[in-house]
Nanobody
Framework: AQLVESGGGLVHTGGSLRLSCAGN????????IGWLRQVPGKEREGVSC????????YYRTSVKGRFTISRDNAKNTVYLEMNNLKPEDTAIYYC?????????????????WGQGTQVTVSS
């Protein structure tokens, strides 16, 4: 059982990508799911999170209005739609399970995470 991210790639500033997080043998509907990102040499940061019970969502300030997290329990997949991408969004993006999301979710209590997918935004 594992989480598998996909959808990363190289885009120009202002471009869009949609990341997917699939639960292979892992029922995502029972978990809050978050997206984190990390740049080599820097700390990992929480990007967005969606609860499982009521699908409430949370975003870090720098991505509000540009990123949208959603879940499709029938497909056992969580998505992160990223629009108006900026060079500072360049990172490896990971999805992860958590017990619950809340304001200022930072991913410090995640329990399982995938291998990540690279997002590169050129200026």
């Amino acid at each position: 059982a594992q989480l598998v991210e996909s959808g990363g790639g190289l885009v120009h500033t202002g471009g869009s990508l949609r990341l997917s997080c699939a639960g292979n043998g892992f029922p995502l509907e029972y978990y809050a799911i978050g997206w984190l990102r990390q740049v080599p040499g820097k700390e990992r940061e929480g990007v967005s999170c969606i609860n499982n019970i009521d699908s409430t969502t949370y975003y870090r300030t720098s991505v509000k209005g540009r990123f949208t997290i959603s879940r499709d329990n029938a497909k056992n997949t969580v998505y992160l739609e990223m629009n108006n991408l900026k060079p500072e969004d360049t990172a490896i993006y990971y999805c992860a399970t958590d017990h619950r999301c809340g304001p200022n979710w930072d991913g410090t209590s995640i329990t399982t995470w995938g291998q990540g997918t690279q997002v590169t935004v050129s200026s």
